[in-house]
């Protein structure tokens, strides 16, 4: 795992890790439901915020026929563990009331991990860099617009961005 270490208020050795995580919804009142869950996210002292996307209009990748999301990325300087993370994210997910029926079905909140730091992962618990990220441009595009050095397998993120299939679907969000 990379990071640079820190310290807990305890004394103990911490390692802090800078996390993009990926936000998004179509059911329900998506625009406050992912404000709110931001401010969750970063509600514990242990989750910082560093940076916000643009919030952007998608449409459905996969799945059934579906309602359009809301889509953004954020990067936070964490200092859990990758598991630990994913279980906070997905605490969060399901106080916004998230249920698990249809895969790629539509959803209150998604909340995925796309890093972690340089670590990787390939357990399917938890996949780091997220798998499906390098070609979903409800990710990327915001992800570029956050940070214009971002990079992903060795890749420009806004390049990647610019060849996925979804991007022609993919509008900034200007309010209801
Ligand atoms: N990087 C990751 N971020 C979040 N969940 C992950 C990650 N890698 C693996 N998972 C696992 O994926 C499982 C299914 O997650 P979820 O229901 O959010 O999938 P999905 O959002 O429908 O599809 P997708 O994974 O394509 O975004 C979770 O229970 C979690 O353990
Ligand atoms: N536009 C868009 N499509 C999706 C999304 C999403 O967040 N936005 N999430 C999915 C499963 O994670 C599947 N398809």
């Not at 994210?89 to 995925?112: F, I």
Request: with cysteine; hydrophobic share 40%; aromatic share 6%.
């Amino acid at each position: 795992m990379s990071g640079t270490a820190g310290s807990a208020a305890d004394g103990t050795a911490r390692t802090t890790v800078r996390s993009v995580i990926a936000l998004g919804s179509n059911l329900g009142a998506s625009s406050d439901t992912l404000v709110l869950a931001v401010a969750d996210l970063v509600e514990t002292e242990n989750v910082r915020l560093h940076a916000v996307s643009p919030v952007v209009r998608t449409k459905p990748v996969g799945g059934p026929e579906q309602p359009d999301y809301l889509n953004m990325v954020i990067e936070v300087e964490t200092d859990l563990g990758p598991y630990d993370l994913l279980a906070h994210c997905q605490a969060v997910e399901e106080k916004h009331h998230r249920r698990r029926t249809v895969r790629w079905g539509p959803r209150t909140l998604d909340v995925d991990i796309i890093t972690y730091g340089s670590w990787t992962s390939a357990d399917e618990v938890l996949t780091v860099p997220h798998p499906r990220a390098a070609s979903r441009a409800f990710v990327l595009q915001p992800w570029a617009w956050m940070d214009s050095a971002a990079r992903l397998h060795g890749r420009p993120v806004a390049e990647l961005a610019a060849e996925a299939d979804d991007l022609a679907g993919l509008v900034p969000f200007e309010g209801v």
